[in-house]
């Protein structure tokens, strides 16, 4: 049973395509999130929903849009991909907000422009 | 803001050498701290954790004590083995903020 899935593994698109990437959670959590690992390994959150509500929304362009249906689904679509969004995005999820619960990842995916 | 630092890798070890990996943090507050691993192809998974100061997190015979006089989360293992290969994550989280992370420390382990 996988906790967090998110779709698909690898992503290879041209400059300029809009994609998708899907993310769902069977834990039954409130909270989701999506981060981005550079080519160095740096994670940065982008964005956090609690209970399909947006609560965080970093410096990510608007090309970026989060879109969760219900709270056990959280997706992202990316619209005129550039070079610089590859990177590998990881979808996870926490019982709630609050920092002392740890959070559950996905396995990533990973994104390439060319 | 609130940030982490760990020390630069990679790290490499031969087969039950002792491990230490540095973390200290900055934060106002009183943060939950975490170590996160990551193997390769996968995402992170929680290691270990502490809410409070002088708790000590443990799993799979790694170690971590939440010092707050040193603002430290240093992660121990006393004996690494080749399956600990990985990339370790040292985060903290204040209240309902999200989870920052360190850069990242690489760890391989040879035989």
């Known amino acids: 049973d996988t906790a967090v899935s998110q779709t698909p593994k690898y992503l290879v698109t041209q400059m300029g395509n809009d994609k998708s990437i899907k993310c769902e959670q069977n834990?039954?959590?409130?909270?989701m999130y999506w981060y981005k690992q550079d080519s160095k390994k740096f994670l940065k959150i982008m964005f956090s929903y609690n209970n399909k509500e947006l609560i965080i929304n970093e410096t990510v362009p608007n090309r970026f849009s989060p879109k969760s249906p219900d709270k056990a689904h959280l997706n992202l679509h990316i619209n005129s991909l550039e070079l610089g969004d590859s990177a590998v995005y990881f979808c996870?999820?926490?019982?709630?907000?609050?920092?002392?619960?740890?959070?559950?990842f996905g396995d990533g995916t990973r994104l390439s422009i060319l | 803001g609130d940030s982490v630092t760990q020390m630069e890798g990679p790290v490499t070890l031969s087969e039950e050498a002792f491990l230490t990996i540095n973390c200290t943090y900055t934060?106002?507050?009183?943060?939950?701290l975490f170590w996160y691993v990551q193997y390769p192809g996968e995402g992170l998974q929680l290691l270990l954790k502490?809410?409070?100061?002088?708790d000590k997190g443990s799993n799979k015979g790694f170690e971590a004590t939440y010092r707050k006089e040193t603002t430290s989360f240093h992660l121990e293992k006393g004996s690494v083995q080749v399956s600990d290969s990985a990339v370790y994550f040292c985060a903290l989280s204040s209240g309902n903020t999200p989870l920052v992370f360190g850069k990242g420390t690489r760890l391989s382990v040879i035989a």
């Open positions: 502490a809410t409070k100061a002088d």
């Open positions: 934060a106002t507050g009183y943060p939950s």
């Open positions: 834990l039954g959590h409130d909270t």
């Open positions: 996870a999820s926490s019982q709630d907000g609050n920092g002392n619960q740890p959070q559950h």
